[in-house]
């Protein structure tokens, strides 16, 4: 054969074979290719956004926003915008990456600024931001298990945190319970102030945490939770610029132990009402070496307003006792002591209502909720907060 | 979150990875349960078949991966009655008027499926079937030759192999 | 957390609900923190605010944000 007929033998052979590719799949009506989607190898599962507003009313005997020997003002508003992003790749991975932003005005560090005539806390004590990025991946390993690894960086202007968490999934009891192990691992790097205003360097904590949880069915209609939690708690373990009001005068330094260890237990249990409604129990035991021990009980009442509405009502009690070292009027300056109204025993009320909307658009789901709810403290602090959403399902 | 993600698991894992099964064939007849159309007449499965080859889909409207598949089940409809066979989708555990509203707001209320329910899982039961989707390729003579998770490659070579 | 084990035990050996029978479970007001944004608002919120807050299913403390 002349090299020069080569080529058109060459062309006409591939195109028979591009014609055999093309008829076989057009004669095979049933084929995988003809019927199946593909699924893309990354997709966008969902988008949604929240936005919160809290403003806060109250007291507390660490702010200096007060009578030297008195409480001070706990007045503070925040805006709270969060943003979160979740992404299939492939079948057996799903990564959702979540970005909070907190932008807080608080009575209690812009009084040390304007007792003292510093500006050491700076802009912080006027408005706050503060902002982390998240990302979570999930990977689906079996039918029966999935692991997770979670990463998180969070910045404030005199505040720095990593954070490193993982953890484990297994389905058991033909996929009637889910047992959830988790660790993280979180450090805190910020600036030390003492109760002038003076910034004294840098101070850091590291807080590691432990969780074992199992999610049962109890029924078709009935679903249990229970989970225990450990955390460790090393360093400065409290905001430095907290102060101890004294007896013979002023105010000293709040002292903290450098070492805490929490426990948490909880159990929720969510239970499926004929008349399209849904009722969440929820109680919470916790117990800390710093002497506080509290419960907690919440409820939800959910009622469906059609298949594509719900409301909510919630209601909230949590009750603790102080730590031991707590006091509103200190005799000395040193020692272990605290006035932060956090650490007092209290008791707290929320009440909520909250309405939701499910909206179909061509192919994406959407989701619209506002919330309302109103804190109230036993110890003098009170707040309200409004809370919107809007989620996007494609 | 952790808590979210157990529920998730606990939901999706009919509907999510699953192990490929073994396409045996089960040489199983199929239930004689009376099926409940959307328009509400009772009708056996075999008595609709009538001798043709078929693929039966059970699902749910709050299974997203039974959802997701909906797009492949009316084509393969369409194709599959061209070549003589049949598409059978059975909504276990619901009754008509919301499935029928389901399927209309997903754009798939008139496809060439046969739609029914099974609203009190006798069919699934008779089956044996406990998740969704399941997917069954049912031969000429009404006997499940294959019976899978979501519709895949080995469900669409059972339907072609009993087509033939 | 030997009483945790027990605990753990004794429901694993519930009732078997069948997969295809979980359409009550599924709806969305039957989820525990199915919207983790919601989640994340209100444990900011009460970390902030009562000393016991914290330390189930995410680590107490980390970030302060000054609220």
Known sequence: MKKSDCAPRLLATLFQFLLLICSASADEPLSADAILDRPPSFRVESVRVRYSHFEQMGIGYQSQAGPARGPGSESLTVEQPQLEIVAKQGKRTTHRLWIPLDVVTAASPDAVDRLHGVDTISHASRINEGGSVDLTTQYRADRETSLFLRGNYHMEEQFRSWALGAGMARSLAEDNAVVVASVYQVYDWFDSFLTNGLRVGHASRSTSNGNLGLTQLLSPTTVAHVNYGVTLQVGELGNTWNSVPLLEGGRSQEHLPTLRHRHAFVARLAQWLPWQGALKAFYRFYLDDWGILAHTWESELYQRMGPRAYLRLNYRFHQQTGADFFTTLSQTSAGLQTADSDLAPLSAHTFGIMTAIDFPLKHIAGHLDIGLERYLRSNGLHASIVSCSLGLRF | ?164 | MRWLCVLLGLLSGCAIVPQNRRARLADPIMSFDSDALETYRKSKFYSSREGAAGGDGTPAGGGCSCQ
């Open chain 2, 1 to 164: 979150m952790f808590a979210r993600l157990a529920i998730l698991t606990l939901l999706a894992d009919g509907c999510g990875v699953r192990p490929a099964p073994v396409p045996t064939p089960l040489e199983r007849p199929l239930p004689r349960v009376a099926l409940q159309a959307l328009d509400g007449r009772l009708q056996p499965l075999p008595e609709l078949l009538g001798g043709r080859a078929a693929l039966v889909s059970l699902w749910a409207p709050w299974c997203e991966s039974c959802v997701a598949e909906l797009p492949s089940l009316m084509r393969l409809a369409e194709r599959a009655k061209a070549n003589g066979g049949a598409v059978v989708s059975v909504a276990v555990g619901e009754s008509t008027r919301p499935v029928a509203e389901f399927l209309a707001a997903q754009g798939a209320a008139r496809t060439a499926i046969y739609q029914f329910v099974d609203e009190r899982f006798r069919f699934a039961d008779a089956l044996g079937e406990k998740r969704v989707p399941t997917t069954l390729v049912v031969d000429r003579r009404g006997r499940v030759v294959f019976a899978g998770a979501a519709l895949d490659e080995r469900a669409l070579a059972a339907l072609r192999t009993v087509l033939q």
